[in-house]
């Protein structure tokens, strides 16, 4: 059918005339006011969209000042940790007869290869087991410049062998001084150090 | 919304609002009075008030529908419209029964556009977005439902 024939029926139609509605525009008025407006605003997608927008915004806001407020904190701490490394390496300079109640102790960990920095000479540099003898628990670790063999007169199966992991080392080289920890009283160990110039 | 421009739309688009809402229950003017309340209660008012009843009717409208469906679940020819979808004289009363049986020949979606172009006075514009359709989609729609609208008219002529 073309367009002629369309234009015609819209007229023809349009002729016809719906039934009109028995509304009371008051009575309508009276019904809006009486029901409560709904609670909830209708949205449209944009406005949604909006919304969700907002929110990422504001997680992405809030999640950048935290962000900031621990970067400020870590570098607070690598400031104070700086400092630190800085005060011990002044103190780790001993003249060769100073006392070594005055340095500080470090922990040995067994299991972590430990390495040495600049900043911490005498922080221990490697620890590696060697084969003890059927009594004698040995090993070898190196602090700072030097390598010492330290022999554990402790059979190596008995119960103090564990105790070892509680070893420090003092941080005189003169000395080389193992120390078992005050807290580790169990510790029947006696130390001898051997100093293997390298 | 004005008093004044609530009786304004009723008297521009009351009875196309009506027939709009026939298609889905048999008491259009309640879907309409709905649709009207709830103009009066949007703040702000739509920027499209008439394509804005027309949806919103339209909704009203298949509620009201679902109700009378849980209502009259066993008299289901109850549910039918029994009054005359146009206030014809008595010479316009066989075209006006014609139209309404060929309007029921067509699909739902047809019927929406038709009435809604033809008495409603929507832009295709308009009518896209009360359908969710393209305008050009909307506007093929509304030809073809014309041609059948046509076919049917004529064969009942013949008749």
Redesign the interface.
């Known amino acids: 059918?073309n367009?002629s024939?369309?234009h015609e029926?819209?007229e023809?139609?349009?002729?016809?005339?719906?039934?009109?509605?028995?509304?009371d525009?008051?009575?309508?008025?009276e019904?809006?006011a009486e029901?409560p407006?709904?609670s909830v605003p209708k949205t449209t997608g944009f406005s949604w969209l909006a919304m969700s927008g907002a929110c990422a915004a504001s997680a992405m806001i809030g999640a950048a000042i935290t962000f900031a407020i621990i970067q400020s904190k870590v570098d607070d701490l690598r400031t104070q940790i700086a400092t630190l490394e800085s005060q011990r390496n002044d103190a780790s300079q001993p003249a060769v007869n100073e006392s070594p109640s005055v340095e500080p102790r470090r922990e040995i960990d067994d299991d972590v290869p430990q390495f040495a920095s600049q900043s911490n000479p005498y922080r221990v540099r490697s620890y590696s087991n060697l084969l003890p003898s059927q009594n004698l628990g040995s090993r070898t670790l190196v602090v700072g410049s030097h390598l010492k063999r330290i022999a554990f007169q402790v059979p190596y199966d008995s119960p103090a062998q564990q105790d070892l992991q509680d070893l420090e080392i003092t941080d005189d080289p003169a000395r080389s001084k193992l120390t078992p920890r005050q807290h580790a009283p169990s510790t029947r160990a006696t130390l001898i150090s051997e100093l293997l110039d390298t | 919304m004005e008093?004044a421009k609530?009786?304004h739309l009723?008297d521009r688009h009351?009875?196309?609002?009506?027939?709009y809402a026939r298609q889905w229950c048999r008491n259009?003017?309640d879907a309409?009075?709905e649709a009207?309340?709830a103009l009066?209660?949007e703040?702000p008012s739509p920027n499209d008030p008439t394509a804005w009843l027309f949806k919103v009717t339209k909704r009203k409208a298949m509620n009201l529908a679902r109700a009378d469906q849980r209502r009259t679940k066993h008299h289901q020819d109850a549910a039918r419209w029994t009054?005359?979808?146009?206030?014809?004289k008595h010479d316009?009363r066989l075209?006006?029964d014609e139209?309404e049986r060929a309007l029921e020949q067509l699909t739902e979606i047809e019927r929406q556009i038709?009435v809604a172009r033809?008495?409603g006075e929507l832009t295709f514009e308009q009518i896209a977005s009360l359908v969710d359709m393209s305008s050009s989609a909307v506007h093929r729609h509304f030809?073809l439902a014309?041609?059948t609208?046509?076919?049917l008219?004529g064969e009942r002529t013949k008749h």
């Open positions: 059918m367009r024939t369309d029926l819209e023809v139609l349009r002729t016809l005339v719906p039934r009109s509605p028995q509304l525009v008051d009575t309508i008025l019904n809006a029901r407006a709904p | 008093p609530i009786r009723i009351g009875a196309s609002l009506v027939l259009p003017d309409v009075q009207l309340i009066v209660q703040t009054d005359s979808w146009f206030d014809a316009q075209i006006a139209a038709v033809i008495w030809h014309l041609d609208m046509s076919a008219l």
